[in-house]
């Protein structure tokens, strides 16, 4: 049975997190799946539906060994044959530089803030490590696409 891994940049209870639940409950027949993600709010949820979990630390900026290690490790275990990221572009880079052979998808959830143009421009450009990327709505899927990312890269 293939295995998908599904690393989120953290678990708390939002549209993220619940596009990812229902998501899995869809696969979890077909794939063994894991989610990886710091703890958060929204883990209990995955405990009540009996989806494995293994937590990571969040991602910050004087951390990265640290994340990177324990990614290594959950990658190491669990062996997946395929890397699902939602929501945090810079894991892309993370994921593909750590282990090349395995492809990664990147689900972009859009970015309501006030830096999201900038937000837009960084998942354009990590998104050119990802195999393909999902965007959950053609809003984003042309923005990024006017931010540099190539449409062959969008599902």
């Not at 549209?15 to 409950?25: F, M, P």
Request: aromatic share 12%; net charge positive.
């Amino acid at each position: 049975m293939k295995r998908i891994l599904f690393l989120l940049p953290y678990f708390n209870l939002a549209g993220t997190e619940t596009h990812v639940i229902e998501l899995i409950k869809a696969l979890k027949d077909e794939y063994e799946i894991l989610v990886t993600a710091p703890r958060g709010k929204g883990i209990p949820i995955l405990e009540r539906n009996n989806i494995p979990y293994r937590e990571i630390p969040y991602l910050g900026f004087f951390n990265v060994r640290e994340y990177k290690k324990r990614l290594r490790e959950v990658i190491n275990e669990f062996k997946p044959s395929l890397i699902h990221i939602h929501g945090a572009h810079e894991l892309i880079f993370i994921a593909k530089k750590t282990f090349p052979d395995i492809p990664v998808i990147f689900t972009c959830h859009g970015y309501p803030s006030t830096f999201s143009s900038l937000n837009y421009s960084l998942s354009a450009f990590f998104s050119r490590w990802a195999d393909k990327v999902i965007c959950v709505s053609n809003y984003d899927k042309e923005i990024l696409i006017r931010k540099g990312l190539s449409r062959d890269k969008i599902v």
